[in-house]
């Protein structure tokens, strides 16, 4: 399986982003998947995830209400519209795929993409 992150960027506090999440290598439409970031100097957080059929999503509480995550199973791609961005949201984003339950722990969640940085400027 491999990720492919994409669309981070530099923008200015309040600002939007989409960040996409590209699939490859296996069946992504029976996949649980993540969106994850670290920021520099701390430990990896969940940001929110969305299940196989886009019926069930989770978000971190910093982000509800701003972060929508979606996903496009033909395309074999998920997304997060990232709107009235924060420079606390700052880091790098990772796109992940979770084989299992739905969940929100990073551990359960088998593959990951390789980070697209998103810098929020005050």
């Known amino acids: 399986v491999q990720l492919q992150a994409s669309g981070g960027g530099l923008v200015q506090a309040g600002g939007s982003l989409r960040l996409s999440c590209a699939l490859s290598g296996r069946t992504f439409s029976y996949y649980n998947m993540g969106w994850f970031r670290q920021a520099p100097g701390k430990e990896r957080e969940f940001v929110s995830a969305?299940?196989?059929?886009?019926?069930?999503?989770y978000y971190t509480n910093s982000v509800k209400g701003r972060f929508t995550i979606s996903r496009d199973n033909a395309k074999n791609a998920v997304y997060l519209q990232m709107n009235s961005l924060r420079p606390e949201d700052t880091a790098v984003y990772y796109c992940?795929?979770?084989?299992?339950?739905?969940?929100?722990?990073?551990?359960?969640?088998?593959?990951w993409g390789q980070g697209t940085l998103v810098t929020v400027s005050s």
């Open positions: 969305i299940n196989w059929s886009s019926a069930v999503t």
């Open positions: 992940a795929v979770n084989r299992g339950s739905h969940s929100t722990n990073h551990v359960v969640y088998d593959y």
